[in-house]
């Protein structure tokens, strides 16, 4: 129920013109195209990428306790207030910075004895398309809140995944543990620290060098 009724001047007609006009959220047009109003959104979504981007580099060079907003809006090229605006402080910026999605293959429907081998081209191709993943992983080395980003990604993304193919699911956070071992450590040669033989592999030979040793993680009876 509305706090008052609806006052009598005006006739519909005109309501929705001045709504139009308007740029009203209640219009099923919207702005129109060439209305400033238009352009807000999408310069929105400029600023917060560029603050993102921004964080993930200062956090990656200085860690989390060093890092500051007024650094962080210097990079991104914007007034500080403007981070406050979007994230409220440090830690909420810190938070939207390391939100990761691996987006981790569902292996269930993947041959048992090839499992290994499609994670392996997963998460190269994860590596290559998504700077955040990079970003976070040198965040992850320098800094304790980046490492425990990290860990929490492989528990709530990756070893859901693990356990509905390896033999003992109860054992998926010690076999997540060492497959990490290998998909972070290849990460760390070839994207981060950029050692030229981990860099000059291709992707096949990365998956044959790999697979063989995380499929035993996965799939292969307790030592």
Request: charged share 20%.
């Amino acid at each position: 129920m509305p706090d008052h009724a609806p006052s009598a001047a005006g006739t519909a007609p005109e309501d929705a013109l001045a709504a139009a006009l308007s740029g009203d959220p209640g219009d099923p047009a919207g702005p129109a195209p060439g209305d400033p109003a238009a352009a807000r959104p999408r310069r929105s979504a400029a600023t917060r990428a560029a603050i993102l981007t921004a964080a993930r580099d200062r956090f990656a060079a200085d860690g989390y306790e060093r890092a500051t907003i007024r650094a962080i809006a210097r990079d991104a090229g914007i007034d500080p207030s403007m981070v406050m605006r979007y994230y409220g402080n440090k830690a909420g910026l810190f938070a939207a910075a390391s939100e990761i999605e691996v987006r981790a293959p569902d292996l269930t429907h993947v041959p048992r004895d090839q499992a290994a081998a499609r994670l392996v081209r997963h998460f190269l191709e994860r590596w290559e398309c998504d700077e955040t993943l990079t970003a976070m992983m040198r965040v992850g080395v320098t800094n304790e809140a980046g490492a425990q980003r990290m860990r929490g990604v492989f528990a709530e993304q990756i070893e859901p995944v693990l356990a509905a193919v390896c033999p003992v699911p109860e054992e998926a956070p010690t076999r997540a543990a060492l497959v990490a071992s290998q998909i972070l450590g290849m990460a760390l040669c070839r994207y981060v620290l950029h050692v030229p033989p981990a860099v000059g592999l291709s992707h096949d030979e990365v998956v044959a060098w790999l697979a063989p040793t995380i499929q035993r993680y996965l799939t292969a009876e307790r030592p």
